[in-house]
């Protein structure tokens, strides 16, 4: 997986995951490097909790946000349209 960080100014920057920028949702990280040892990176992301209970609602994710997901390792719900997985 490719990290890339780019820290310009106070509050500024971009945090990309293999080129999907993830900095609006990234509210600390931790870098860590050892001689001969792999870097580590620890993102920490904003998730916000919100309780609803809605029958036959239809929940979207923005592609943006989907793609990050999908790079952390997220699948998506097996009752999804197959060209939407």
Not at 19 to 25: H, K
């Amino acid at each position: 997986m490719k990290f890339s960080m780019t820290l310009p100014g106070a509050g500024r920057g971009t945090v990309r995951i293999d080129g999907q920028d993830v900095a609006a949702a990234t509210t600390g990280a931790d870098i860590r490097t050892r001689p001969g040892e792999p870097t580590q990176v620890v993102l920490e992301l904003m998730l916000v909790r919100t309780d609803l209970d809605i029958e036959d609602a239809e929940v979207t994710v923005p592609p943006a946000t989907r793609e990050a997901l999908l790079q952390l390792g997220w699948a998506p719900p097996a009752d999804e349209p197959e060209g939407e997985r």
